[in-house]
């Protein structure tokens, strides 16, 4: 299931809903694979021209006008590949599991990650910490205790090079920490 990060709804869902889901979202393996396959068609046109210096054609038993035509659509071909790819590979998300809060019980479920369910019964010493993700360029929203550190990751999402999901981060931040009744720490924005 494909998927993008929709901010406004989930802030919206923050602020009025009971219950949130906080989605994990991984990057589809789709735009990788197609980026690997340029390459390898690329590496295929390198070997078969030998970088256009002469052709290799007798060796591969190909005829060397065939290949000699082929060669430079074949390398445009890969490098387009490549790119196209690279932009699937940047674009394309996919839910893996997340997290379900309900507000009013103050209860932390995940769903389809590895972790604890928590209940804040009672929330002193418990925090909403927006922090640098795991990943490049991400922002996460970490649950924290005073004494134990991180108890939980329960958001992160793609920052790329845009203020927006940062600010849309740190709103949630803000929002989650004020219905759960615990405290708000990390970056304001």
């Not at 340029?38 to 591969?60: D, H, I, N």
């Not at 060397?64 to 590949?81: D, E, Q, T």
């Amino acid at each position: 299931m494909f998927a993008s990060l929709r901010m406004p709804e989930l802030l919206r869902a923050a602020e009025q809903d009971d219950e949130v889901f906080l989605p994990r979202l991984e990057p589809g393996w789709q735009g990788a694979a197609l980026a690997v396959a340029g390459a390898a068609m690329g590496e295929g046109w390198a070997l078969l021209t030998k970088m256009g210096r002469e052709p290799a054609a007798p060796v591969a038993g190909l005829d060397p006008a065939v290949v000699a035509a082929a060669g430079p659509a074949l390398g445009w071909l890969a490098l387009i590949l490549i790119f196209v790819g690279l932009l699937i590979q940047l674009s394309t998300w996919r839910v893996r599991g997340g997290w379900r809060l309900r507000l009013s019980r103050r209860e932390l479920q995940p769903e389809g990650l590895a972790g604890h369910p928590h209940t804040l019964q009672h929330p002193a010493g418990y925090a909403l910490s927006c922090v640098a993700g795991d990943r490049f360029r991400s922002v996460a929203i970490d649950l924290r205790h005073d004494e134990r550190g991180r108890v939980a990751r329960i958001f992160q999402t793609p920052a790329r090079t845009s203020m927006k999901n940062i600010r849309a981060c740190s709103e949630l931040t803000d929002i989650l920490a004020r219905r759960l009744g615990v405290a708000r720490e990390g970056l304001r924005v």
